[in-house]
Structures are given as structure tokens and as C-alpha cells.
């Protein structure tokens, strides 16, 4: 079995970029994804090039923060935050052309980084909402990367990084019997989604989940691997 373990919200905090950079160089984490309108994104740029084997994708962002794009305002609150929160599934479809064009202006502020884009996964799983579908897999084939795992991309399977997704590496299921849990699964190939983090005072005012990425970033780095597991 092939096991990616990435690590979301590179550049959101200062602490979180130096915790997912602790479990890449101290443990599994083989993978992150950038946020580029995080608070850390220019630090976590810096550090990501210290390391040209830690691969980086992007996290593609409508649910937190402020947009890059300066033209998306049926995306936006009164305040020029992104509207959309962890509940979109409740709200109405967003605006596809202004979705698109804001999307694009993440990925290319990532290009300009000099940073080689390795695959695509978004704040939320929001590139899985129906809706946004046929925007995803044309970002996908222009920038000729891999996708995270949705159910909305199933029926794409050359589109997708791996095979599946686990989920449950999050909040209480944060336990370090991980690879038995992943041996059960059956599949070929998995992404490990994972949230380890220094915490720091910006990511308690701007997340609930907090301490359970100190838990995260402490097993991640203690990890034994099985010798029929392949770590990516």
C-alpha cells in the first residue's frame, strides 16, 4: 500500500508552517499544501525551499480570509471576506466565473513563487462541492497536476493524487495505530489528510481546532512504518 501523509494549511501561522516542516523533516509528512492568502505565506515559501524534496501543492481557499483576486465580489461579505464559511453545502451555489478567476490568481501567486506545484486539494474540501466540479478538473488538466480524493471526482480516477482519502486522522481519531486503521481499507493507494501544528496565538484567534494538531505533529514524528507500507 502506497500512504501520502500531507499536511493542510502550510502558511496559515507561522506555528502551523513550522509544525508541518517538524513532521516532514522528523516524520511522515511527505506533502503540504500552501495556503496563499495565509498569514504565514511568505515565511512558509521561504522554508518550503530549504526542503526540495518536501513536495507542495496548493490549498485552494473560498472559506477563510481574504481572496487574492481584487474582482470577486459576489464572493464576498461586506467586510471583503470570503462569505462562504465551512457550511457552503448550505448556501447557494457561488459564482463559477469568479470562482475560476480567483482560483487561478491563487495558483499563478504560487507559481510566482518559483515553487514547483505538485497537486491541488482546497480549505474545507470545497473543490468537491458539485457545483465547482468542472472548474476543478480544468484547473487540474491546464496545470497538468493530481487532484485530492472527493466523491464528486470518483468517476475522474486519472485526475486524482491516490486511490482514496482518510479522513478520520482528525480531532479524536488522532491515534497512533494509523496504519492498522489503513490496512483495513483494502486500497492501493491513500492520502492521510493531517493538520500538525506549533501553536501559536494567530491560529487561536482564527481556528477552533488547536491543540489536537499538537497531538498530531507529536505522532506524526513517532511513527514506525510497516514494512508493507510505502510512505510517499
Known amino acids: 500500500m502506497k500512504v501520502l501523509f500531507n499536511a493542510d494549511d502550510?502558511?496559515?501561522t507561522k506555528g502551523v508552517t513550522d509544525g508541518i516542516i517538524q513532521a516532514h523533516v522528523?516524520?511522515?509528512?511527505?506533502?503540504?499544501?500552501?495556503?496563499?492568502?495565509?498569514?504565514?505565506?511568505?515565511?512558509?515559501?521561504?522554508?518550503a525551499k530549504k526542503y526540495p524534496n518536501?513536495?507542495?501543492?496548493?490549498?485552494?481557499?473560498?472559506?477563510?480570509?481574504?481572496?487574492?483576486?481584487?474582482?470577486?465580489?459576489?464572493?464576498?461579505?461586506r467586510n471583503g471576506y470570503f462569505k462562504y464559511k465551512s457550511n457552503y453545502l448550505d448556501m447557494g451555489a457561488p459564482n463559477m466565473e469568479e470562482v475560476e478567476k480567483e482560483w487561478r490568481s491563487q495558483i499563478e501567486?504560487?507559481?510566482?513563487?518559483?515553487?514547483?506545484?505538485?497537486?491541488?486539494?482546497?480549505?474545507?474540501?470545497?473543490?468537491?462541492?458539485?457545483?465547482?466540479k468542472e472548474i476543478v478538473l480544468k484547473?487540474?488538466?491546464?496545470?497538468?497536476?493530481p487532484v485530492r480524493y472527493v466523491e464528486s471526482l470518483s468517476d475522474y480516477p486519472d485526475v486524482l493524487l491516490t486511490e482514496s482519502?482518510?479522513?478520520?486522522?482528525?480531532?479524536?481519531?488522532?491515534?497512533?495505530n494509523i496504519f492498522e486503521q489503513l490496512h483495513n481499507l483494502k486500497k492501493q493507494s491513500i492520502e492521510v489528510m493531517t493538520h500538525p501544528a506549533i501553536i501559536d496565538d494567530d491560529l487561536r484567534s482564527i481556528s477552533t481546532y488547536t491543540d489536537k494538531r499538537k497531538r498530531e505533529l507529536e505522532i506524526l514524528c513517532s511513527l514506525k512504518i510497516p514494512k508493507w507500507i510505502e510512505v510517499l
Open 10 to 12: 502550510f502558511g496559515l
Open 26 to 47: 522528523n516524520g511522515v509528512v511527505g506533502s503540504t499544501t500552501l495556503m496563499v492568502n495565509g498569514k504565514a505565506f511568505n515565511y512558509a515559501v521561504d522554508e
Open 54 to 77: 518536501f513536495k507542495i501543492g496548493i490549498h485552494l481557499v473560498l472559506t477563510w480570509g481574504k481572496p487574492i483576486s481584487n474582482q470577486v465580489p459576489n464572493l464576498l461579505d
Open 109 to 132: 501567486r504560487f507559481l510566482e513563487t518559483g515553487l514547483k506545484l505538485n497537486h491541488i486539494d482546497s480549505h474545507h474540501h470545497v473543490h468537491g462541492w458539485e457545483p465547482l
Open 139 to 145: 484547473l487540474a488538466k491546464e496545470y497538468d497536476v
Open 165 to 176: 482519502l482518510y479522513l478520520d486522522f482528525y480531532g479524536n481519531g488522532i491515534e497512533n
